[in-house]
């Protein structure tokens, strides 16, 4: 097969296609519209109308220098065996050049380079020199010193191109003089109108109010539509997927490659010329925007083409060489034996075209736009037709592309078209129409001297849509290429983008002066954002995605129940259930370069819950790390404590937490207390696990804290009393004793404000001690410090001496202890 | 005793009380000696004691003489307290020398997220211009984040938001917009709200694209809400936000819950349009920052407003790059990365 030779695109000077992008010829334009403005110009208005120009490729030098040359003599060299001497003629000159490749003969039209062109493939710049005695005045060219392709077998031979004239610059036999533009297509994905030049072309003469003959496309070939054919029938099972299909028969065809121009064209929008037939089909489909498909008859099991579903893992293998595994929800063309295409997507390798064929079929349909989206992205396939057909073409095109078609078909391939086309289109797509007025397109836009109603109605008419006045209505008739225009609201955006958005004159809603409503959860965050950096915490922001790896090294693994179908990668695989282990990374990344950090987050944990949405709590994490410390829990406790005081949350404890607590794992034994707020379980803080210490090989001393914020919300108490400070001294006293190792001092504190008069002002723990020697294995001293005030007096001894005993009491009778001072 | 005898004793004494009082090294010492002779049972009042045996015209001429000598002992007091200030004073002084060009003690200050700060500021504007803070839910249904927005299943623009989803068919919201459904079914007419949050594509990570990014979607509903009033709106945003006259350009663009679509670029102000290559628009002028629309009639239906009575608009712009532009910020990951060298710098 002859692709192989003209494979690859022309290296430098373009760009490799991509699927959001869709490269326009200018000159392609210019056959059904006039364009006189600038590229600046024309990017400037299509951009503030239609969609992005990325940017545009001027082909303008392309091929500077090379000229059509015909060879009138040639010899051997008299010095060089494997050298020639050709005489070329270029019209009023004749040259001498002195050429390596043996593929020429007397009468072949050849590319010539002369004296001072520089070929940029190549990197050479072309002068007279001596070759072993002979002066060469330029040189003939093979297609990868041009730049065409890969070929460097031989000189580029230029006698089939039609109308080859010798003197003629090479870039206007090749049509190469060009400017391309780069069109952001996302933007289009409702208009399937403009993934063809046609329709772009039809937006250009709107924007422009240039005139707008598609006629250049439409064929003379006379041809008749029939449901059947001698050599061919059809059938559709799927009416709903399939919504027309043509088809027509071509004999004797002889498959090769392209003329130059037609390659050159494809090229210039970033398609790669394979051979005559497959690129009339691309030529047509960038045309008109009707993808197109050639069968080899002969290679067809019977002659029936069948369009149906595929069958329980029924398998094709594509032209790119991949075999496929297709489901039953996939659209399929097929012969009596097998599918022979996944229709709208790829046809299959065992039926392309090659240069043997000599019978097409050739195939114009219109497919379902979802389940075509949806084959293509189940196969991971996207196409040049898959992407038109995803967006919803006109069913009505189908016949104008294949008649297109056969024109082009019968003029480079020889082929016999046969004068007769089946056509099965079961249920023919309706014109839309809308009622609408002028006003109401006016007022919708806000902007009444934006344009009028005589203004509207021309508009409408350059984008082919039908407009009749009925009294002070407009009704529109819609064209089926424009499946986007269903109510007025498309209709205002069609007005509004062609006078440009830019030019709409700005106003402000009109509004009462109701106060805005607070969201107090929201200025909630903030309060617990800015006390955690008053306390010298600063905020990070971590991924809502977390990985295995790094929960089981926290040994917290269990806790990961909501997995992502499709992660972006392991590390990133689960919605996460906790923020600490990411701080705990985030300490390992700032420990090479800080001997204190603490960090918080307030971010979102996720729970799953049976057959709902996961349940989502507002996190409060907190980490310090201090590298020259042995320990960090009294640091973290500090934190926590300032936080719940500063947000006005009574009643908070902390306890040593049960071992089924789900982050338990994440802490030091010894070190890991429990908050509870009106003893419900708020959160958990303490000093890292030395486990998780070892493995990240962290020196000194991590405290982390990990609070449920939506549960500090619930708790916090908004109205702040305010109590009076005393201007009288206060009496301090400490009490020493001895109790259990494992009684709560939050508990011990608590009692003693309960159980005293309200001269007691504060009952603070002054510390805890354990000593196994002095005072046993299960004992710790405690020392407590009770501070009394009145506000209005001095107070002596006796004036506590009730409460104090009280608080002996309540230490002896309810803690068990034992007095020490 | 006579007068002579006193007078001696007076002499004595007076020598005694100099001579501690020149010896004294501090203050407190110095009162000490003050106080001691100059009290109750001190010498001096002893003697006072002593005058009713004297002459009347004597009794004059001793009280003189202790005036005279309590003046002399209070001047050497005096003299001896000031000289001995001094130099306690001196002495501090030397003691507090201290190096002032070495530099003070680090103070470690917590740091609010960039992303958090720019929220803030936006919100505020937001809330001045009449609009409440919704937050967004962020994993929520297929319906929320697509159909209750125009988007079927199957429907070709879901191409735009690569979704992703956890393995029972949630979905990590892919835009803001997934909470304007509930808004709108809920709130009550005309609805201005704003919402700002977490959203997630499946995209891979680079300096500018990132799976996990933030948006601050707004919603406007009431009568007679113009496209005009649309643009009008951010403008008035946006120069608020950029303190100064933002200019717009807009392109026509494609979201199916709003028709028509719009993205708003606002003037690039790092380079302000000059020559040469400038990495925030990218050489274009023009920064990308607001994808916008009146919103789409099915969409007012679906959540049981009249689309023929009520209209509105809708936007979603996104945070991170606001951030981006502001600082100049060049890698998106930087958000993420959890590296304080990057945090403390806002
Ligand atoms: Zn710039």
């Known amino acids: ?103 020429i003969s007397v009468d072949d039209y050849v590319p010539v380079a002369l004296p001072g062109t520089y070929l940029s493939e190549i990197d050479l710049k072309i002068e007279s020199r001596d070759l072993r005695g002979v002066t060469s005045e330029g040189m003939l060219c093979s297609p990868k010193e041009l730049g065409i392709s890969d070929d460097h077998s031989g000189i580029l031979i230029l006698n089939d191109e039609p109308h080859v004239r010798v003197g003629e610059y090479f870039s206007t036999l090749v049509k190469a003089h060009d400017i391309v533009y780069e069109i952001e297509n996302k ?169 043997d064929t000599t019978t097409i079929v050739l195939e114009s349909a219109n497919f379902e736009h979802y389940n075509n989206r949806k084959t293509s992205r189940t196969l991971g396939l996207q196409t040049d037709a898959s992407i038109r057909f995803s967006k919803n073409q006109d069913p009505n095109n189908t016949l104008p592309a294949i008649t297109r078609a056969l024109e082009l078909l019968a003029e480079l391939t020889e082929g016999t078209v046969s004068d007769t086309i089946i056509d099965q289109y079961p249920t023919p797509r309706e014109i839309q129409t809308i009622e609408i007025t002028a006003d109401y397109i006016m007022n919708r836009i806000g902007d009444p001297s934006l344009t009028s109603e005589k203004e509207i109605i021309s508009t409408l008419k350059k984008l082919a849509i039908d407009v009749t006045k009925n009294k002070d209505h407009l009704v529109l008739r819609v064209p089926s290429f424009r499946p986007d225009l269903t109510i007025k609201a498309d209709i205002v955006e069609e007005i509004a983008r062609l006078k440009g958005y830019d030019n709409i004159t700005l106003t402000l809603p009109k509004r009462d002066l109701t106060p805005v409503s607070p969201n107090d959860a929201v200025l909630w965050k903030r309060a617990i954002a800015d006390y955690c950096a008053r306390l010298g915490y600063s905020e990070v922001y971590n991924y809502s995605f977390v990985g295995k790896d790094l929960y089981t090294l926290c040994n917290v693994e269990s806790l990961l129940t909501i997995p992502l179908a499709n992660p972006i990668s392991p590390d990133r695989a689960f919605m996460r259930p906790q923020l600490l282990p990411q ?48 320990h960090a829990f009294l640091e973290i406790k500090g934190a926590v404590e300032a936080l719940v005081n500063q947000l006005h949350i009574a009643d908070v404890t902390f306890t040593q937490p049960t071992d089924d607590h789900p982050l338990i794992n994440l802490f030091s034994q010894k070190r890991v207390a429990e908050v509870l707020i009106s003893g419900e379980s708020a959160g958990i803080l303490g000093e890292l696990a030395p486990a998780i210490e070892i493995e990240l090989g962290f020196e000194g001393a991590v405290g982390i804290a990990e609070l449920n914020a939506d549960l500090l919300f619930h708790f916090t108490d908004s109205k702040r009393a305010y109590s009076p400070v005393s201007i009288h001294p206060e009496l301090v006293m400490d009490i020493s004793c001895l109790v259990d190792r494992n009684l709560s001092l939050d508990m011990l504190k608590n009692s003693i404000e309960r159980s005293t008069s309200e001269l007691l002002t504060s009952a603070r723990i002054l510390e805890s001690l354990t000593d196994a020697a002095k005072f046993g294995e299960d004992r710790k001293s405690v020392t407590i410090r009770l501070v009394f005030q009145s506000p209005v007096r001095s107070l002596s001894k006796a004036d506590t001496a009730n409460d104090l005993q009280n608080v002996k009491t309540i230490l002896q009778e309810n803690f068990g202890a034992e007095i020490r001072s | 005793m006579n007068l002579e005898e006193l007078t001696k004793e007076l002499a004595v004494i007076q020598d005694e009380i100099l001579t501690k009082i020149k010896a004294s090294e501090a203050i407190p010492q110095l009162n000490d000696i003050k106080v001691a002779y100059l009290s109750k049972k001190g010498p001096l009042k002893d003697l006072q004691t002593k005058l009713p045996t004297l002459k009347p015209e004597e009794k004059i001429t001793f009280g003189q003489k202790i005036n005279a000598a309590k003046s002399t002992i209070q001047s050497a007091y005096d003299k001896r307290q000031e000289e001995l200030h001094l130099q306690e004073v001196n002495l501090r002084k030397d003691k507090n020398w201290i190096d002032v060009t070495i530099p003070g003690k680090k103070i470690s200050i917590g740091h609010l997220h960039p992303i958090t700060q720019l929220r803030r500021e936006a919100e505020n504007i937001f809330m001045n211009m009449g609009f409440e803070i919704v937050e967004p839910r962020s994993i929520d249904t297929d319906y929320n984040v697509f159909e209750a927005l125009n988007i079927p299943v199957g429907h070709p623009a879901r191409d735009m938001w690569d979704t992703f989803w956890t393995t029972n068919g949630y979905i990590p919201i892919t835009h803001t917009s997934a909470m304007q459904h509930t808004i709108l079914k809920e709130h009550d007419l005309p609805v201005r709200a704003i919402v700002p949050g977490r959203c997630f594509r499946q995209e891979a990570t680079d300096a500018t694209h990132e799976h996990t990014f933030y948006q601050i979607e707004g919603v406007y509903v009431d009568k007679n809400i113009t496209l005009s009033d649309l643009i009008g709106t951010l403008k008035t945003f946006l120069s608020a936000f950029y303190d100064r006259d933002v200019q717009l350009r807009i392109q026509p663009s494609y979201f199916p819950f709003v028709e028509p679509g719009l993205e708003i670029m606002i003037d690039c102000a790092i380079c302000k349009g000059k020559e040469g290559y400038c990495s925030t628009c990218r050489g274009k002028r023009w920064i990308e920052l607001v994808p916008a629309g009146p919103i789409h009639p099915n969409v007012l239906t679906m959540a049981g407003i009249d689309p023929n009575e009520y209209s509105g608009f809708a936007w979603g712009m996104g945070l991170d790059r606001l951030v981006m532009i502001k600082y100049g910020i060049e890698d998106l990951r930087w958000f993420h990365s959890g590296d304080l060298r990057f945090l403390q710098q806002f």
């Open chain 1, 1 to 103: 097969m002859e692709s192989k030779i003209y494979a690859g695109s022309t290296a430098g000077t373009f760009v490799s296609y991509s699927n959001s992008k869709m490269k326009i010829s200018q000159n392609w334009l210019k056959e059904f519209t006039e364009i006189t403005h600038s590229p600046e110009e024309i990017i400037s208005h299509l951009n503030a109308s239609l969609a992005e120009i990325e940017d545009y490729y001027d082909y303008e030098n392309l091929y500077t220098g090379i000229i059509v040359g015909k060879i009138t003599g040639l010899k051997p060299h008299p010095n060089a065996d494997k050298l020639q001497v050709a005489t070329v003629t270029t019209g009023e000159h004749t040259h001498t050049i002195v050429c390596g490749a043996s593929n």
């Open chain 1, 187 to 355: 933007a289009l994905t409702h208009r399937p109108d403009t993934f063809s030049h046609l329709g772009i072309a039809r937006e250009f003469s709107a924007i422009f109010g240039t005139k707008f003959s598609p006629s250049k496309a439409d064929t003379k070939t006379k041809i008749t539509i029939s449901e059947t054919h001698p050599h061919l029938s059809v059938r559709i099972e799927n009416e709903t997927l399939c919504r027309r299909y043509t088809a027509a028969v071509i004999e004797n065809v002889t498959v090769k490659p392209s003329p130059l121009w037609l390659q050159q064209g494809l090229k210039s929008v970033g398609v790669r010329p394979i051979n005559n037939v497959v690129d009339i089909t691309n030529f047509v489909m960038l045309e008109l925007g009707q993808p197109l498909h050639a069968f080899d008859k002969a290679k067809l099991t019977g002659e029936e083409i069948i369009i149906r579903t595929a069958t329980e893992k029924e398998h094709l293998t594509t032209i790119d060489g991949k075999n496929r595994e297709l489901d039953p929800s996939m659209l399929v063309i097929a012969d009596e034996k097998e599918a022979i295409a996944i229709a709208g997507v790829m046809g299959g390798i065992d039926t392309e075209i090659s240069k």
């Open chain 1, 583 to 630: 701080l705990i990374e985030n300490i390992n990344t700032n420990r090479k370069n800080f001997d204190h950090a603490a960090i918080f987050e307030l971010e979102k944990r996720f729970h799953s819950v049976t057959d709902d949405l996961p349940q989502e709590i507002t996190s409060l994490a907190l980490a310090r790390y201090e590298k020259h410390q042995p």
